[in-house]
């Protein structure tokens, strides 16, 4: 089955770039959407194919895929997105979720 | 506006069989594939399967053996069961809608239901 990789943590300070990344077998041939969770909420969804944004979602988070990876990126790191971040891609009918990213903001 | 409420019990005795639904309003539900999806406490989100209008579906690999799906279009309602539940079925379940082409391999979920914590304990 097909597997997605995500990085257990990643650490940035407020107002510099956070980059998380999620590794798969030529994943840039499929689509990746992301997601932001924070505790005791649902998943809200910030990038969807590929790079593009729901409407409400800021101008800082943007996505990118290519080769075997897909990133999130969130420019001018704020503290209101310390937050649990999923990708996602759908391969052979089925979708998949990686094992998710803490975002520390400090 | 998009809004999805999940519902059931939220205790489940070992090998019985879990059951929830899921209430979609401010959109049609004849429109769109619908998920199923959970988190185990403190763990990441597992994809169950899906369902459409027309009562076809999709399962996890995993799961299929033991889920099975139903939509109530009357009711703007779909139900999931998962039978012969263990420990490891605890977790929170959240419905969501399936937005995407399917056919180009590109899905994403939105909105999301607030979720449903479902624990599996004699």
């Known amino acids: 089955s097909y597997e997605l990789t995500q990085p257990p943590s990643v650490s940035v300070s407020p107002g510099q770039t956070a980059t998380i990344t999620c590794s798969g077998d030529k994943l840039g041939d499929k689509y990746t959407c992301w997601y ?3 505790p005791g909420q649902s998943p809200v969804l910030v990038i969807y194919q590929n790079n593009k944004r729901p409407s409400g979602i800021p101008e800082r988070f943007s996505g990118s895929n290519s ?4 990133t ?6 704020q503290a209101l997105d310390e937050a649990d971040y999923y990708c996602q891609t759908y391969d052979s009918r089925s979708v998949v979720f990686g094992g998710g990213t ?4 400090l | 506006q998009v809004q999805l409420q999940e519902s059931g019990p939220g205790l489940v005795k070992p090998s019985e069989t879990l059951s929830l639904t899921c209430t979609v309003s401010g959109a049609s ?3 769109n594939y619908w998920s199923w999806i959970r988190q185990p406490p403190g763990k990441g989100l597992e994809w169950i399967g899906n369902i459409y209008y027309t ?3 999709n399962y996890s690999p995993s799961l299929q053996s033991r889920v099975t799906m139903s939509i109530d ?3 703007s309602q779909f139900s999931l069961k998962v039978t012969s539940v263990t420990a490891a079925d605890t977790a929170v379940y959240y419905c969501a809608r399936d937005e995407g082409l399917v056919a180009a391999g590109a899905n994403w979920f939105d909105p999301w239901g607030q979720g449903t914590l479902v624990t599996v304990s004699s």
């Open chain 1, 67 to 70: 080769g075997n990876t897909a």
């Open chain 1, 102 to 105: 803490k975002l520390t903001v």
């Open chain 1, 36 to 38: 932001q969770q924070k």
């Open chain 2, 73 to 75: 279009t009357s009711k």
């Open chain 1, 72 to 77: 999130l990126t969130i420019s001018g790191t």
């Open chain 2, 55 to 57: 009562g076809g579906t």
């Open chain 2, 29 to 31: 539900i004849s429109s």
